[in-house]
Each structure stands twice: as structure tokens, then as C-alpha cells.
Nanobody, 125 residues
Framework: QVQLVESGGGLVQRGGSLRLSCTAS????????IGWFRQAPGKERERVSC???????TYIADSVKGRFTISRDAKNTVYLQMSSLEPEDTAIYYC???????????????????WGQGTQVSVSS
């Protein structure tokens, strides 16, 4: 059974930085995708970033491009490094996994079968 454990949320001031971590376990092979989504109050869940494990390709949403980066370490932990944070980045951030072979990152949340518990990121002005 695939499990995702998130950590790293918190409260920061505008311009600050946070790093979110998503540790994945239970995959039977290297063909999977880890995505980061966020959901602000009253808004739909938005795809922020994604890492395709089979070829190390990545995706960063235009809304955070230049401020957020995604990476993976050797222990199957995917990091979302967030810099120059703005109050508009305030949301619950979710790590999600899509098991299988993908060319690029699946855009739809419905492609991701497994979800972490979510971590709150709050940016004050």
C-alpha cells in the first residue's frame, strides 16, 4: 500500500521560505509521479508542481514559477522548496501520487490515487 507522509508547513512572513517534504513508500517499481497540490479556502484544488520519477522530469505551475522548485532525494522524498512566499500562497498543501508510467505530469487531480494528509502553509503580510 502506497503511503505519503508530508511535513514542513508553517507560518511565515511575506518574502519568507518554507520547504515541504513528501516521503513516499509502498511503490512496487520506479514508475510513479509525485505531485504537489494546494487548496485555499473557497477555491478549487490547484496543481502546483510535479515530479515524474521514471525520467526526473518536473512541472512548475506558472503561478509559482521562479519561486518554487521541486526535487527528490535518494530516499524517495520529494521536496517542494518555496521562496518569496506571498499571502496568496496561503493554502493547505497536499502531496499526491499517481502510480504508473506517465509522459509528463498528469494535470488532473483525479489521476492521483494516493494523497497525503495535507500541511498548512500560511503567509502573513
Amino acid at each position: 500500500q502506497v503511503q505519503l507522509v508530508e511535513s514542513g508547513g508553517g507560518l511565515v512572513q511575506r518574502g519568507g521560505s518554507l520547504r515541504l517534504s513528501c516521503t513516499a513508500s509502498g511503490f512496487t517499481d520506479q514508475a510513479y509521479v509525485i505531485g504537489w497540490f494546494r487548496q485555499a479556502p473557497g477555491k478549487e484544488r490547484e496543481r502546483v508542481s510535479c515530479y515524474v520519477n521514471s525520467d526526473a522530469s518536473t512541472y512548475i505551475a506558472d503561478s509559482v514559477k521562479g519561486r518554487f522548485t521541486i526535487s527528490r532525494d535518494a530516499k524517495n522524498t520529494v521536496y517542494l522548496q518555496m521562496s518569496s512566499l506571498e499571502p496568496e500562497d496561503t493554502a493547505i498543501y497536499y502531496c499526491a501520487a499517481a502510480d504508473g508510467v506517465y509522459v509528463g505530469c498528469p494535470p488532473s487531480r483525479h489521476a492521483y490515487e494516493f494523497w497525503g494528509q495535507g500541511t498548512q502553509v500560511s503567509v502573513s503580510s
